[in-house]
């Protein structure tokens, strides 16, 4: 394995290496470990409920002695925010990393919800958090690694006014944590193309740039968040409502183009067939199918 990633890492400094200047070794080592020795939902898929991830993350920090003292950067990725409260689980449930933490995370049912399950709209959040890393951490350099919304569905429509909103008040609310004197450095939006989401495949979308998978030269296609954002880069933020407002008109009235070359690809018009009608179609028999087994199998034990 140690063999394998010099490699990847060769290639990369070879390719990018007079561009890329900052360079993240493991993405989201939370995730490596409770996703991957935990729920077993990332690799290598284990499911070591109450051990699983203490151990990951113990092997994950022996190297402590080597890295000590050379963080040069905090790279933060931010998506949206939790309430928590105590709550003590019942022993008889097992171990668990999530029962170990003793509290329960809650969700205000007013906040947008643009899709995605897991992912509501908490803009104020977002500042909140950068400014307790500045006063528990002695206010390090931060780079946002990933920030942005998804939408969960198989709609061709790519005037996503959701994450044009979404990235207007996460932003804002970053400005606001800079000047409260949060040493933040660089922001990056989540994502610049759709892609593959882990657990969640091609399913989950957080591209700037819609990738239409089905067709074999995966041809891309430009949301309207793409001239939204485009011009928050330009303007260096926002520089009044009004002119934002436009942005927004603007940027829905360009995606329409995009619209009609995406709805002319003869793949997407069959996919959404198969997913408005066989894949219920499919389900449904399924049911029927499973329904008829089991009357079988329990007249067999009468």
Request: with cysteine; proline share 4%; hydrophobic share 35%.
């Amino acid at each position: 394995m140690i063999n394998f990633f010099n490699d990847f890492a060769n290639l990369c400094f070879e390719r990018f290496g007079n561009r890329v200047k900052n360079w993240i070794t493991f993405n989201n080592p939370w995730s490596v470990a409770v996703e991957g020795y935990e729920t077993g939902q990332h690799a290598p898929g284990l499911k070591l409920k109450g051990t699983g991830a203490y151990r990951a993350a113990h092997h994950i920090i022996q190297e402590k002695s080597y890295i000590k003292g050379t963080c040069d950067f905090l790279g933060l990725g931010h998506f949206t925010t939790r309430y928590v409260t105590q709550k003590n689980y019942p022993s008889g449930l097992g171990d668990s990393y999530f029962a170990d933490r003793d509290l329960a995370e809650l969700v205000d049912p007013q906040w947008p919800d643009p899709g995605s399950e897991w992912l509501y709209s908490v803009p104020w959040g977002f500042r909140r958090l950068l400014n307790f890393v500045k006063t528990q951490y002695r206010n390090p350099m931060v780079y946002v690694t990933e920030n942005g919304v998804s939408e969960k569905t198989q709609c061709t429509d790519l005037c996503d006014d959701w994450r044009m909103t979404y990235l207007k008040d996460y932003v804002n609310q970053m400005l606001k944590a800079i000047r409260d004197g949060v040493n933040v450095k660089g922001y990056t939006a989540w994502s610049l193309l759709d892609n593959f989401e882990w657990d969640e495949g091609f399913s989950e979308r957080f591209g700037l740039y819609y990738v239409d998978f089905r067709n074999k030269n995966k041809p891309r296609y430009p949301k309207a968040s793409v001239q939204f954002y485009k011009r928050i880069i330009s303007s260096n933020g926002f520089p009044n409502q009004r002119e934002v407002e436009s942005w927004k008109r603007k940027a829905v009235e360009t995606c329409s183009s995009s619209n009609q070359l995406l709805a002319a690809d003869p793949l997407i018009g069959h996919m959404e067939m198969v997913t408005e009608i066989v894949v219920p179609t499919v389900c449904t028999l399924c049911i029927l199918l499973s329904a008829v087994f089991l009357m079988f199998l329990l007249r067999g034990r009468l």
